[in-house]
């Protein structure tokens, strides 16, 4: 199972997570909530390997296969090429289109499998990323924000699928979205503002407690450097 143990982030004089301690179950979606800048995004980084910590030890299980906020599509590429792209290479191509056409299918894009990125809503790209990152082989799954461009009745159709779907995975999930949280979590931390701390939240206080996380994102809050967007693959 993924284990962040004494963890210690820092960029420049801002300190992100000290002596941040977790394990995160095997098997099960844990998810995470917390205002704007707390470091949420950062810390699926660090499960990613997309950042380093200054102090401290890591042990995730590899691969890993990872939803960005944005869904960083080839734009050379239609929806099914980029659904398919980090597939395993131990299958043959008829077997990549297929389990591509099927799960995309799956998520209501069966008439966009040729289009481009550039054709395409904010919404569909994201349900692509998603399949792109369901389909690559993985030990943990991380998902930022994963539906967070689909309307409600959409949103939740996803969520049901996943929720089938990832049964006896390992997944970690950052979500503003009450309902996308209740449907797929099995448990969930609240962060704190940096320096970052990790509180478990009962699922009977979930839905108040992200509308309290709402209220506090209307007031200041010091974003996290560098915490919301990285990388890219």
Not at 19 to 38: R, V
Request: with cysteine; hydrophobic share 40%; net charge neutral.
């Amino acid at each position: 199972m993924p284990a962040l143990e004494s963890l210690h982030l820092s960029f420049g004089n801002q300190t992100l997570f000290d002596n941040l301690t977790l394990e995160i179950p095997k098997g099960q979606t844990t998810c995470f909530i917390g205002p704007s800048g707390c470091g949420k995004s950062s810390l699926l980084n660090l499960l990613a390997g997309l950042l380093t910590a200054q102090k401290g030890q890591l042990s995730v299980p590899q691969p890993v296969s990872y939803v960005f906020q944005e869904p960083r599509l080839l734009p050379w590429l239609s929806m099914l090429e980029n659904a398919i792209y980090a597939m395993s290479p131990q299958l043959s191509k008829s077997e990549k289109m297929e389990q591509g056409r099927q799960l995309l299918q799956t998520l209501e894009m069966g008439d966009a499998l040729a289009l481009r990125p550039s054709q395409v809503s904010g919404g569909m790209a994201q349900r692509c990323a998603l399949a792109r990152a369901l389909l690559a082989p993985h030990q943990i799954l991380l998902l930022d924000e994963p539906l967070s461009s689909l309307h409600p009745e959409l949103r939740e159709r996803v969520a049901q699928f996943l929720r089938q779907h990832l049964e006896g995975q390992t997944v970690v999930l950052v979500s503003h979205d009450y309902a996308t949280v209740r449907a797929l979590g099995h448990q969930v931390f609240r962060l704190t503002a940096p320096p970052v701390r990790l509180s478990s939240v009962p699922f009977d206080k979930l839905e108040l407690d992200i509308q309290q996380i709402e209220e506090d994102g209307s007031r200041s809050t010091p974003r996290s450097p560098r915490g919301d967007r990285n990388s890219s693959l």
